[in-house]
């Protein structure tokens, strides 16, 4: 029997610029009716202007198709409220980064001096503005995310009415967290609810499941998939899906990021059916949720998902994607 | 003022074979009086006329150099008392690897069951022939070698008079363990004493600094250092060096091992210098530890080191070594 996913959203997805964002918006194009577009360019998103810009490059870059990218700020202490009314109806939320976290991050926040942030966090608290935070201290690789935790709960105390997005969070702690403030949500992606640290470096070593957040350990891999496979109301699918060029990934200095946008539809209806979670539940983690917490409307597309072997390129346009090469049991049938 | 190491010794090495023979064997000959010589060839080195054959091409591979290759057998629970006695005069150690742990490591010991190990062990034990162990299990990869020390500390005690080397040791577990049993000993490599999972994987990924067992936390870290540094008389330096050509490297699916031969002394007296420890430390924990524990009597080489910078090379004759291009304090001016 086939499977139907309605108006499937990526709620944190790289579309990069230039070439690279003409291979791979239109990839996401097909089978999304929207995403979440990071604001991480050379340089960064910052001003109404960019966002038109940018905005105009990617729908060039889809062409026809039905797919509504749903545009972020680079966040900025500086941001004042009359400069955030002025952008309000062109974005639907600002990504922070600490600065030199992960790639091009380098403009970000230094430090998490919450006076130094209140003007601008209070002006987004009032103007419903959503705040998506990439939360990792400059700790150690294993700890950056869980020491980030407190960081996260003190924003979310001090500004209880700004919506704050933990995105692609990979560690049971954040999970944890989920549920002790009202105003924290979270994004997951489809790798970490596939892989851990001994799928990256347990083996041999291997560059295409390197990412930012590093996947976690297997206990952190159980709590992110069972708020996932119940669909638990605050957490939405994000895919994260972050292309390099393949020479940049099988190189000494090898770029974090992991390519999972084109095959994700397909993943997921096997891991939530392979785990015996409801598609029901699927539906909600990979559009529902979305909706309710961003107050989205997304375009109607109807993804249908067939049970028949579908082997996963090698690569797409100079791409490695996720798990290359391999079989999966479910391949796109139809668009709608 | 110039520093001299006597006879320097490399208590874990890999020479390979063949090719890479012929590539890697010269560079370790030059500044090293010996290394005890990993068997975890193709198949492994399990027979006389196998350590006989192997040790006639790693002596024509060197040349004219003054150097000893310790021979060392992969470890299988069918030896027996006779087997060891009639290779004896030919090994100074057996090496054991759990199955399917490393490099060429498929043939290794499924499971710890002390019965099926005993006859080997007790012949060991009476024989006087040390047993060196890759100490991993095949958990979670953070967490292999600590958990394996339960495992040492059983071998240990159920054979007291067996000297039993932890083989490139990368945790503070293994570093405790080492003094709650008198015939446990320890190898430590270079990288381990200077790079954390940050340096491989917290900012790009460095696959040339990936190896087995991984580098593990800054806490782990600095408990090897301390003993190190203080030339603790059980602990010795074993490179672990692990040539791979650059295309098995810098891949999916790279190839575990870093390569330090060629750069190990002077980046050692490097980091003895730069950490207040007396070079004398640095002359027991090279060489004169490893002549008591192992009961040696190193070829008379003389190794001069002198304050001159000296730029990693690139690459190696087709490998690439451990932090090339940086350049170091020290440069080897003589051997004598």
């Known amino acids: ?44 998103v910052t001003s109404k202007e960019e966002i038109l810009e ?31 009314e002025s952008v309000q109806d062109e974005i639907t939320a600002i990504k922070l980064y600490p600065a030199g976290i992960t790639t091009n991050s380098e403009g970000g926040v230094s430090g998490f001096e919450i006076g130094a942030l209140r003007p601008t966090l209070e002006a987004m608290s009032e103007l419903g503005i959503p705040l998506c ?28 009415k700004l919506k704050i997005i933990m995105e692609h969070i990979t560690t049971k702690e954040s999970v944890a967290a989920l549920d002790r403030f009202e105003n924290l949500y979270a994004t997951i992606t489809l790798h970490h609810l596939m892989i851990t640290l001994d799928d990256v470096a347990g ?8 990412c930012k957040p590093i996947a976690k350990r297997p206990e952190d891999r159980e709590a992110l998939l069972r708020v996932a496979l119940a669909a638990h109301p605050k957490v939405m699918f994000g895919s994260d ?12 200095g090898c770029a974090a990021g992991v390519f999972t946008a084109p095959i994700a539809l397909q993943m997921l209806v096997e891991l939530f059916e392979s785990n015996g979670a409801p598609i029901e539940n699927l539906q909600k983690f990979i559009s529902d949720n979305a909706r309710k917490i961003y107050q989205l409307t997304p375009v ?8 028949s072997p579908f082997v996963v390129p090698e690569i797409y346009d100079g791409v490695v ?7 999966l049991q479910y391949t796109i049938h139809t668009v709608i």
């Open 300 to 307: 109607k597309k109807e993804v249908v998902l067939q049970k």
């Open 321 to 327: 994607p996720f798990h290359a090469k391999t079989t």
């Open 54 to 84: 940018y905005r105009s490059r990617i729908i060039k870059a889809i062409g026809n198709e039905n797919f509504v990218p749903y545009m972020t700020l680079f966040f900025q202490p500086t941001y004042t409220r009359e400069f955030l």
């Open 241 to 252: 899906s972050a292309p390099h060029p393949r020479e940049a990934k099988e190189c000494p």
């Open 1 to 44: 029997m086939p499977t139907t996913l309605h108006s499937p959203l990526d709620m944190h997805l790289h579309l990069r610029d230039g070439e690279m964002l003409k291979r791979v918006a239109p990839l996401s194009a097909y089978t999304f009716s929207g995403a979440l577009v990071m604001p991480n360019l050379v340089p960064p």
């Open 203 to 210: 083996g041999m070593l291997q560059p295409h499941l390197f």
């Open 133 to 160: 935070i990439h939360g990792e201290t400059n700790g150690f690789v294993m700890d950056r995310e869980a020491e980030f935790v407190p960081i996260y709960e003190s924003l979310a105390l001090h500004f209880p």
